[in-house]
């Protein structure tokens, strides 16, 4: 069974700096492209970045780039999330997922991701 455990959240300041990781089991690691998404109060989730499965491949959200760093080990089975400047926009859930597999890309969408973690909160203070 596929397990995905964020870890990282918490409350910064804005313009300070989180890092997020999410520890992954009970699948292939380096099979399968990892995503960042994350969910504000009454939004609908949304795309922040996404990894291949190699780390060749990464794209971002417009309203991080710049900011954002995703990278992942896959000797430690974990994917990362460096936040940077944050902002009061960028406060959420923060989600990890795991994509279908087998394929050496990083989607966006989050119908191409199967498995998906618990999510961790971020709150950034003004």
């Known amino acids: 069974q596929v397990q995905l455990v964020e870890s990282g959240g918490g409350l910064v300041q804005a313009g300070g700096s989180l890092r997020l990781s999410c520890a992954a089991s009970?699948?292939?690691?380096?099979?399968?492209?990892m995503g960042w998404f994350r969910q504000a109060p009454g939004k609908e989730r949304e795309f922040v970045a996404s990894?291949?499965?190699?780390?060749?491949?990464?794209y971002y959200a417009d309203a991080v780039k710049g900011r954002f760093t995703i990278s992942r080990d896959n000797a430690k089975n974990t994917v990362y999330l460096q936040m940077n400047s944050l902002k009061s926009d960028d406060m959420g859930v923060y989600y990890c997922?795991?994509?279908?597999?087998?394929?050496?890309?990083?989607?966006?969408?989050?119908?191409?991701?199967?498995?998906w973690g618990q999510g961790t909160q971020v709150t950034v203070s003004s």
């Open positions: 009970g699948l292939t690691f380096s099979y399968y492209g």
């Open positions: 990894i291949s499965w190699g780390g060749r491949f990464k």
């Open positions: 997922a795991a994509d279908r597999g087998g394929r050496n890309a990083a989607p966006q969408d989050g119908r191409l991701f199967n498995s």
